[in-house]
């Protein structure tokens, strides 16, 4: 990862209780837990899942410059000096050198949780906290029981801050995760209905996001949207465990309030009250729901110890995140329009805060906003209602045409009025299939227009996406012209 050395060979065996055996005193700068992505001079480790087990990568991965590899089982293919360290359970040893990171590290520790905006602002923290010392975070989503650990795992010894995302689709799982990464500052962004396929409503939605508050051992401080339908819920589990709460949200008695919002097309500039004091500041990113996470990332930058001046200054300088709202221009011979990728994942409450801020896009000239949208997964039998619950929001926000993928979908194509439909197909890529001729020859997307993209990451509305993207290349108008 870096030129740093992050383990040493006999750090690491302690760390973990594993034997060292074959070549040398090696040293690792990194580590990894997949041998296509391994950096040089990474620690490989051997991970056992569902559909493959890492001993079979070993020598894959020595062949790529790994320092040293972590096995439970013997791997084919090694000589006699490969540089291993054998542990009995190599998930379990992952996890050990987590702890033994954390514990050798005096970094503030940040982790974030919510149904929506998770990864969003983690990398706001990550952003902000980097420019006023050395601030690690989780690498994309790296939120699981996989995750969790190896973004511990790599946290160099001498951070300042260390900033973790962690997920859940079941009750029970953020409770190791959060007690492994210990937080001194717990952020949930927002309870939604997410994953109801495995819950009895949104309060055991919001049960499962407390346990957040297990890792914190009885101190820290709990960040907490104050407009959320569960925060009181929320704040009675923090405080049952000693936790401190500290609110962000639009509510006057919200620590860290928003006092104004004015958008202008790229983005928001926003006036807010953070701990008492007075802030403006500019997001590069539209929408309400961008404003809302600027607040939690303010708050806890502030129980973190940061210069929240600072921090709100230097937040209008977020770089795009890839599927979660990047915009960008597609030149196309008909004339350009503009792309919102929000391909990465939905849920109902962020596929609404999507549609909001499409239509508050300004498109120039004849421009219209165009949506294209594929399932919202793991929503039990909740799932064909919510899907026809977009058909308000959609009408709200003045959206002229929407083409949607997916069998949930369906429904929402049901409810649409006939002057609203575009098309629907059973899967992103018949949709994308049946889009791209007509799209190409202008047939659909117009000089001026907005197109957003959205779907649950199981939806594979990223296939749009790179159509899309084809088309501004012009590498999909020459294959079908030729």
Known sequence: MNGEVLWTAHAAARATGGRLSGRGDWCANGVSIDSRSLERGDLFVALTGLNRDGHLFVS??????AAACMVAAPAPDLSADAPLLDVEDTLRGLNDLAAAARARCTARRIAVTGSVGKTSTKEMLRHVLGRQGKAHASAASYNNIWGVPLTLARMPEHTDYGVFEIGMNHSGEITPLARLVRPNIAVITAVAPVHLEFFSGVGAIADAKAEIFD????????????????????????????????????????DARVTGIAGHGAGSAVTAIIGGMAVRYTLPEPGRHWVMNSLAVLAAAQAAGADVR????????????????ARHIVRSGFGDFT???????ANPASMRAAITTLGQHMCTG????????GDMLELGAAGPQLHIDLADSLAEAGIERVYLAGPLMRHLWEALPASRRGAWTPTSKDLADTLAPEIVSG????????VMVKGSLGSRMALIIQMLEQIGQGSLTQQKSG
């Not at 047939?443 to 907005?450: E, L, M, P, T, Y």
């Open 443 to 450: 047939a659909i997307v117009g000089a001026g227009d907005a």
């Open 310 to 325: 600072r921090a709100a200054a230097d937040l209008a300088t977020i770089p795009a995140l890839k599927g979660r709202g």
């Open 215 to 254: 890792g914190m051992d009885g101190a820290g401080v709990a960040v907490l949207n104050a407009d959320d339908a569960q925060f009181a819920r929320l704040s009675a589990a923090a405080r049952t465990c000693g936790v401190d709460v500290i609110s962000f949200g639009s509510a006057e008695s919200a």
């Open 60 to 65: 894959s991965a020595l062949e790529a410059g």
């Open 366 to 373: 004849t421009g219209r906003r165009l949506a294209i949208l």
């Open 339 to 345: 792309l919102i990728d929000e391909s990465y994942n």
